[in-house]
């Protein structure tokens, strides 16, 4: 679902290198690699006015790179628990034309005891609740709840987001709405959501919303990633031709 100069296929591609428009991402020892939901997120999430953005999780910087690229306003921190990650988001935020826009830390976000709070969060969080892990260990870490927990990632937002901030995410279907409904005993409320259909005959597969401690009349929409010839539909190259080397 990928695509871009070295890149050869969808999700979970052995790509060493994603080079965008303004900056490359590498990726060798980074669980999750550049997918077509990071780039989604990065793409769709609105920080509107704000001067701080955390991103949790960072892997390998995609999110953080790719608000830099829009939002020249935005001073983002981005925290990476595991170390090789860490070292992987380090290397392609110094070697990008945004390095002066974001701040890396790597340790457990649910332990980072700090009074600083921000405008605007970003996460792509681990997927899976159940179900069998990957065999690789970073990829696992990276793709199921063991070391952030849906519990604990609500428990994060409400304490790291201010009273008018918002968060935007990405989930497969079931786990964001899940996740939805949970938000509210937090206070969280839904500001926006987006069903993600890879094709107009196939069940929408991912979920982008944005949660937030305000109210907020709803704004839903649908997004078809391909036709049925295959082809990116005008919305989603409209959406990430800033970044994908082959959309002019």
């Known amino acids: 679902m990928l695509f871009g100069q070295d890149a050869s296929s ?16 590498t990726q060798d020892n980074c669980g999750m690699k550049v997918s077509t939901d990071g780039v989604l997120l990065g793409a ?12 949790i999780g960072t892997g390998t910087g995609l999110l953080s790179l790719m608000l830099a690229q829009r939002f020249q306003h ?6 990476e628990y595991d170390p090789a990650a860490y070292a992987c988001a380090t290397q392609n935020v110094h070697a990008s034309p945004f390095a002066t826009q974001i701040q890396l830390r790597q340790g ?26 990957a065999r690789d260990a970073k990829r696992a870490t990276a793709r199921h709840a063991h070391t952030l927990t849906h519990e604990a990632l609500l428990h994060v937002l409400v304490a790291r987001l201010t009273p008018s901030g918002c968060a935007d995410l990405i989930l497969p279907v079931t786990e964001g709405e899940r996740l939805i409904a949970d938000a509210t005993q937090y206070g969280l409320h839904l ?10 005959g196939k069940p929408a597969s991912r979920l982008l919303f944005t949660l937030s401690p305000t109210t907020h009349p709803l704004i839903s929409d649908t997004l078809v990633l391909r036709d049925d010839h295959n082809h ?17």
């Open 44 to 55: 769709w999430a609105d920080p509107k006015q704000a001067k701080s953005s955390l991103d």
């Open 10 to 25: 969808g999700e979970g591609n052995l790509v060493s290198e994603f080079r965008f428009k303004q900056f490359s991402v």
């Open 74 to 79: 935005l001073s983002l921190t981005a925290i």
């Open 191 to 200: 500001h926006r959501q987006v069903y993600v259909y890879p094709t107009p």
């Open 108 to 133: 457990d976000i649910t332990q980072w005891h700090t009074s600083t709070r921000f405008e605007h969060i970003v996460c792509n969080p681990p997927y899976f609740t159940s179900g069998q892990t």
């Open 232 to 248: 990116f539909t005008p919305a989603f190259a409209a959406l990430t031709r800033d970044f994908y080397l082959k959309l002019p």
